[in-house]
């Protein structure tokens, strides 16, 4: 199922920076939380069966496009999936600080044993919720797929979970970078068949989120993470579909980004789309970037925010509106929705 929209499509058409009648908007976090309609489906399953279950990710997946109106929908999931299915154990306890692996990579003989896994195997769960989904949006939006970067996926599978400092991380590029070398080179591999899937099962474009890609300097940030996205693109066989970027307290490299093959950069909030158009948005479209903290404000401040953003950017195409990272999940969902009403009223001035 590779068909994609006709690119009249407001989404698609903005990820190629053509003509658009208003700037589109959606969530890199759609399904979450904020929803009461969300929370009623996790009260009946824990947080991988849903994950795991097509028909009720395909259910959360598309809420957001029902009852917010967003412009495109993107697959209910987990970034964490990929190092299950090389076969790290993962446990998900909510309000217990989050994912963790309790077997965290800890030498070469961790990294070696891991598997490239088949994402048509290993992961056919979110290749069914793919397909559940393209079916029953039935065009209405476009369907996202995503993936972690590699190197975000490293920093989990060697801490084992979140982390402050990072300190296993940053031990294995420093002390052994040849090793960090060996796990980052599987995980594009890995990394670049899911996406790959994804595609082929229906996802109109798809994403590589570089949560972690800001606790690196530059430099680092170039060997250890950049390196490796454009690994995963060289490797993609996106048909087509948009791919986007977005890489966190990373406007160091923006323009490095920019260069990496994507079609989409993401911006998170501390970034001026303004400048940034002005650096790269000749040849990539943008994505973003209000501050999510801002939907916890008045919906007249909310439309400010919008506004300015709207302003910095400036009349033309090639802007994909978000938030500046995922939405949190106390939100109100009245500002979630004066939010992208406000996206929806005043991009038509830009256009």
């Known amino acids: 199922m590779t068909t994609q929209l006709p690119l009249n499509d407001l989404f698609l058409r903005a990820c190629k920076r053509e003509n658009v009648e208003r700037t589109p908007v959606w969530f890199m976090r759609q399904a979450g939380r904020y929803l009461p309609e969300y929370r009623a489906v996790r009260a009946k399953v824990d947080f991988l069966t849903l994950c795991k279950t097509p028909d009720l990710a395909a259910e959360v997946t598309i809420q957001p496009v029902d009852i917010i109106g967003v412009d495109a929908a993107i697959i209910f999931s987990d970034i964490l999936v990929v190092p299950e299915a090389m076969g790290m154990e993962l446990i998900v306890e909510e309000g217990k600080g989050g994912p963790r692996f309790p077997s965290p990579i800890r ?41 972690g970067s590699p190197w975000t996926l490293a920093a989990y599978m060697v801490e084992g979970r979140g982390s402050k400092n990072f300190r296993f991380i940053k031990e294995l590029i420093f002390s052994s970078p040849k090793d960090a070398h060996a796990l980052l080179d599987k995980l594009a591999r890995a ?101 999510p903290t801002m939907l916890y404000a008045t919906p007249e401040r909310i439309e400010q925010g919008v506004q300015s953003i709207l302003k910095k950017f400036g009349k033309g195409n090639g802007h994909v509106f978000n938030l500046g990272h995922g939405i949190l999940p106390d939100t109100p969902v009245e500002n979630v929705r004066a939010f992208v009403n406000a996206v929806k009223k005043f991009s038509v001035q830009y256009h």
């Open 107 to 147: 030498s070469r003989a961790d990294i070696d044993k891991l598997p490239v896994p088949d994402p048509n195997s290993k992961l056919r769960f979110v290749m069914d919720a793919l397909r559940t989904t393209r079916k029953n949006l039935n065009d209405k939006v476009p369907l996202i797929g995503f993936s």
């Open 191 to 291: 990394v670049a068949a899911y996406l790959s899937a994804q595609i082929e099962s229906g996802a109109q474009a798809v994403q590589i989120f570089d949560t972690w890609g800001g606790i690196l300097g530059q430099e680092e940030f170039e060997e250890f993470s950049l390196r490796y996205i454009k690994q995963v693109l060289s490797l993609l066989k996106s048909k087509g579909a948009p791919v986007i970027i977005f890489c966190k307290d990373c406007g160091h490299s923006l323009e490095k980004i920019a260069d990496a093959g994507a079609e989409v950069v993401g911006l998170d909030w501390t970034i001026d789309i303004g400048k940034a158009r002005e650096m790269i948005g000749s040849y990539v479209a943008l994505q973003g970037n209000l501050d």
